[in-house]
């Protein structure tokens, strides 16, 4: 399968008025190829920052970061505009759809702008939507609006989904549930998943287990048992 994802002491300064946060400190580390891979860390432990650099929102202050040989610290901004609407398919906490759109046309926008989109009707049976495709984010529940969230991102059929705490605004049973799609995304589309989350419950679920504290790598972890997201307690 291969190294989909290199970070080679990447580094993240911000300038706070006189004063230099170092939000990330100098990260290294590989993920696999159709991994599923929890990135844990209490608030400002510098986990979105990596997650934004990987994803191509956010610049590193040094060092670099390949997808495959493609380096993402190298690139200019219409580079990177590409590499998100290609490559990369984001989940956030917060769902961010069109409220004047339905969960299907919420779908199609991604779709649209793709080179290889999936079929919109495939993706809604995919996220178990499909009867549902009509409504609007209003008449979705919580874990529906995620559902259709995460359904947007597989759409664009990329090679990388990252979640910035997808289960964050869910409640448990809900939050399980997003889960569990996830990680049949994972496993049945063969997609290289990173979740991002300060909930250490998760990271039994994973492959891998990198966790971040105060801007630096401080462990990275095979989990020789992964557990099924039913499973999970918090």
């Avoid at 170092?22 to 986990?47: M, Q, R, W």
């Avoid at 961010?96 to 926008?109: G, Q």
Wanted: negative net charge; contains cysteine.
């Amino acid at each position: 399968m291969g190294t989909i994802i290199r970070v080679e002491n990447l580094t993240k300064n911000y300038q706070l008025g006189e004063v230099t946060v170092e939000a990330l400190k100098e990260a290294t580390f590989e993920i696999e190829e159709g991994e599923f891979v929890v990135i844990l860390g209490p608030s400002g432990s510098g986990k979105s920052t990596l997650l934004n650099i990987i994803g191509g929102m956010d610049t590193a202050t040094s060092g670099r970061a390949f997808l495959r040989d493609q380096e993402i610290t190298g690139m200019n901004e219409g580079q990177l505009t590409l590499y998100r609407r290609n490559k990369v398919g984001f989940v956030f906490q917060f769902y961010n759809l069109m409220s004047n759109l339905t969960a299907a046309e919420n779908i199609e926008l991604s779709t649209e702008i793709s080179e290889n989109p999936l079929p919109v009707e495939q993706v809604l049976e995919e996220v178990g939507l499909y009867n549902r495709r009509e409504h609007f984010p209003s008449q979705l529940s919580g874990g529906e609006q995620q559902r259709v969230s995460i359904a947007r991102a597989i759409a664009k059929n990329p090679e990388l989904i990252l979640c910035d705490e997808p289960t964050g605004a869910l409640d448990y049973t809900t939050g399980i549930t997003v889960l569990s799609l996830l990680a049949k995304l994972n496993k049945e589309m063969n997609k290289t998943v990173l979740v991002i989350t300060h909930n250490s419950a998760i990271a039994d679920m994973a492959h891998r287990v990198i966790r971040l504290g105060s801007g630096r790598v401080v462990e990275n972890r095979i989990n020789e048992k992964v557990i099924r997201p039913e499973e999970v307690r918090w």
